[in-house]
């Protein structure tokens, strides 16, 4: 795995016009899962502020009930908040944190921003405990940056 050959990956799936945006997100966590051992689930949330609430976009792994999710709940929900990555070495010792399935172990939280709103974010859980690492996350900042503007 080369986050580099992944960068020009994830720029060609989303430069594809021929695609519309969902198809190009699903295909971008496809990408992910496939390319990065330790990335399970790989999906999109994307923020409703009028409800403040996230709404489950595409992804790519186990089925998961948590398909809305209330600000400030769980990962993802303190993320809509804070504005901030967030990166969970071990699930188990998150008190706020929203199990979706037993398996899974860490959990990396990145937002997405367009016009300095945070409009969503992309969310990667792993079975690994503590596999991510800054380079994950400055990945995945990229991806951020790159899926925002689809939507300017």
Not at 61 to 70: E, K, L, N
Not at 100 to 116: D, M
Not at 122 to 134: A, C, E, L, R
Request: hydrophobic share 40%.
């Amino acid at each position: 795995m080369n986050f580099d050959v992944l960068k020009s990956t994830v720029t060609d799936i989303i430069e594809n016009n021929n695609l519309d945006i969902d198809s190009r997100l699903k295909n971008i966590c496809s990408v992910l899962q496939e390319n990065v051992s330790y990335y399970n689930w790989v999906g999109f949330y994307f923020a409703n502020h009028d409800t403040k609430t996230l709404h489950l976009g595409p992804y790519v792994g186990a089925a998961t009930d948590h398909t809305v999710i209330p600000f400030g709940k769980g990962i993802c929900g303190q993320v809509a908040e804070s504005n901030k990555n967030f990166v969970v070495p071990d699930v188990s010792a998150q008190d706020n944190y929203i199990a979706c399935s037993i398996t899974v172990k860490s959990e990396i939280v990145v937002p997405i921003f367009v016009n300095e709103k945070n409009i969503g974010q992309i969310d990667i859980d792993s079975h690994v405990i503590n596999p991510f690492t800054k380079n994950d996350e400055i990945f995945l900042e990229f991806i951020a940056e790159k899926v925002a503007t689809l939507f300017k």
